[in-house]
């Protein structure tokens, strides 16, 4: 099963708050677990990306949680800002698979966060 | 800035027209990918390509074919538009290291099509 799921669809909240997005994988096989951040008219951009070894990341105001056992990682954006206000996909990928399926990316459905002023 | 095109951005074709999508980067990169973006938002490998003259059909099928004859140049055809192909089509690329592990990808801005 190669799908991820993501959730919420939508996230609204006040300059400063915390939004967090979650997404849940089956394929255990997954070593590769990025985040892509898209606004509109563009194509998305590598946000922060986390490999299983560990079980958090943190580049300036992102934070990705991973739980290996749960099959489940997350993104934190700490003190968020109307400028965050975007689509923001998980995503999952067999690095080390081999073969023809190392690179293939597989993403959530994605999370449409505003931030109000 | 990634340095990866596509052209055209936007594009209004009718039924059964023939049409390809460009696209292009600088960057040297081997693997190539095209996504279709649903109006839902989620994206969906429709193709990937590995290096010149390797290419292989993504997980959602598609009856659109490419070619990958230079390492900087992947297009898209379409033989016959129909109104189930309006979606924006997304192009990327990436690097790889050694053993498979892979750099990010980088994509382009996306083309719009709608086939009326």
């Known amino acids: 099963q190669q799908q991820v799921k993501q959730s919420p669809q939508s996230l609204i909240v006040q300059k400063g708050g915390i939004p967090i997005i979650n997404c849940a994988y089956e394929?255990?096989?997954?070593?590769?677990f990025p985040w892509y951040q898209q606004f509109p008219g563009k194509g998305p951009a590598l946000l922060i990306a986390i490999r299983p070894d560990v079980s958090e990341k943190k580049e300036g105001r992102f934070t990705i949680s991973f739980n290996k056992s749960a099959k489940q990682f997350s993104l934190h954006i700490m003190d968020s800002q109307p400028g965050d206000s975007a689509t923001y996909f998980c995503a999952a990928s067999e690095e080390n698979a081999g073969g023809t399926s190392y690179g293939k990316l597989t993403f959530g459905q994605g999370t449409i966060l505003t931030v109000h002023p | 800035e990634a340095d990866i095109y596509q052209t055209p951005r936007y594009l209004v074709i009718g039924t059964g027209k023939k049409i390809t999508l460009e696209c292009s980067q600088t960057m040297g990169h081997d693997k190539m990918y095209w996504y279709q973006q649903d109006p839902g938002m989620e994206l969906h490998l429709i193709h990937y390509s590995y290096g010149v003259n390797s290419t292989e059909k993504g997980d959602l099928s598609s009856e659109s074919t490419v070619s990958r004859i230079r390492t900087e140049h992947f297009p898209l055809t379409l033989e016959s538009a129909r109104p189930s192909h309006t979606s924006q089509y997304l192009c990327a690329s990436s690097e790889s290291l050694d053993r498979g592990r892979s750099y990010e990808q980088y994509f382009g801005p996306g083309t719009r099509l709608t086939v009326t």
């Open positions: 394929n255990t096989a997954f070593d590769y």
